[in-house]
């Protein structure tokens, strides 16, 4: 099992910046892949950025430019910073890490981001 808590939420004004972190922790050795994902009001959950092991990332093009993700596999922290912030960023932005390639991905509670214009 792997616990996934983040933290870094909070109210910002347009073009303002956040900055999320997600620690996990469990019977884990090392994870594979971590990202993030956000879930708007009414909309489907979708895939912000994700990172390999070996810290390659990938973004939605909603975010490129503008959203950077990094880890430490020592501390097995993700971390979102996030610029240029706008109103239809606002959500639920949740933690996710794997194991391996080939299990499920953990998730974790998630953090409220709410951007005002």
């Known amino acids: 099992q792997v616990q996934l808590v983040e933290s870094g939420g909070g109210l910002v004004q347009a073009g303002g910046s956040l900055r999320l972190s997600c620690t996990a922790s469990g019977s884990i050795s090392s994870l594979n892949d971590m990202g993030w994902s956000r879930q708007a009001p009414g909309k489907q959950r979708e895939l912000v950025a994700g990172?390999?092991?070996?810290?390659?990332?990938s973004y939605a093009d909603s975010v490129k430019g503008r959203f950077t993700i990094s880890r430490d596999n020592g501390k097995n922290t993700v971390t979102l910073q996030m610029n240029s912030l706008k109103p239809e960023d606002t959500g639920v932005y949740y933690c996710?890490?794997?194991?391996?390639?080939?299990?499920?991905?953990?998730w974790g509670q998630g953090t409220q981001v709410t951007v005002s214009s």
């Open positions: 996710y890490a794997r194991p391996s390639s080939i299990s499920p991905r953990y």
């Open positions: 990172i390999t092991r070996s810290s390659v990332p």
